[in-house]
């Protein structure tokens, strides 16, 4: 049961951001006298995923890390419920995602320029994102849950890598799966990242915090799941 839900979970694991290696150009620059007001949000998100993509192949070749996975029952006060630790990155047998992430980044959203402001010590643009109206609900659990998510993003300006994401599947969307046996109801996710210089700028996660709650036959369950990913090392 707890096994279906972390699947869920898993597509919600971004790895995005710059690689040196795959271009030097950097994000439409902030002007004290336009501000944000001449960026194009579509073009400048369409950059964001190429890049997103091609990082993702640096570091599946490149690094390799140690995640650390935190299962907590909010319905019991925090009580930890699972707790495990893995190797994942390069050469590894790693744990597969049910759902490309870069497609929450994809053109299936609105995104909003809503201005910038210093994250995480980085100069970002914050970017509302909301799905398109009249995209299909169909599909497995994870892509039924991606295009119900709208929050915000905060992108380097300077690099254009995600270093913040916050996003929400309302409890208004909810729906059923495992059917007739069970139900989504809700879904938080924050994610952070950072640009290593000792391993060529390449971007990397730092923590992954996602909460659900859902219905599996009678039983109501409210978890927590952290994802900390840390002792990155490059591999030659």
Request: glycine fraction near 8%.
């Amino acid at each position: 049961m707890r096994k279906t839900a972390i699947c869920l979970i898993l597509l919600l694991i971004l790895g995005v951001g710059y690689h040196p290696l795959l271009g030097n150009s950097v994000g439409p620059q902030i002007s004290a006298q336009n501000g944000t007001n001449h960026i194009d949000t579509n073009e400048l998100m369409a950059e964001v995923a190429k890049k997103a993509s091609d990082n993702d192949i640096v570091k599946r070749q490149g690094l390799r890390f140690w995640k650390q996975i935190t299962v907590r029952d909010l319905d019991k006060k925090g009580r930890i419920i699972e707790r495990r630790g893995i190797k994942q990155g390069a050469g590894l047998d790693n744990e597969g995602l049910g759902l490309n992430p870069n497609e929450l980044l994809s053109s299936s959203y609105i995104f909003t320029l809503k201005g910038h402001e210093e994250k995480n010590g980085r100069v970002c643009y914050i970017i509302s994102f909301e799905p398109k109206p009249g995209l299909p609900d169909k599909g497995n659990g994870y892509k039924r849950v991606a295009i119900r998510f709208k929050g915000t993003l905060w992108i380097d300006v300077e690099k254009l890598y995600l270093v913040r994401m916050e996003a929400e599947m309302p409890r208004e969307t909810e729906f059923s799966i495992w059917w007739p046996a069970g139900k989504i109801y809700k879904v938080n996710m924050e994610v952070t990242q950072s640009l290593r210089p000792n391993f060529d700028n390449i971007v990397v996660l730092d923590k992954v915090t996602v909460k659900i709650e859902y219905r599996k036959l009678f039983s109501h369950y409210s978890e927590e799941y952290i994802h900390e990913y840390t002792d990155y090392k490059q591999i030659q």
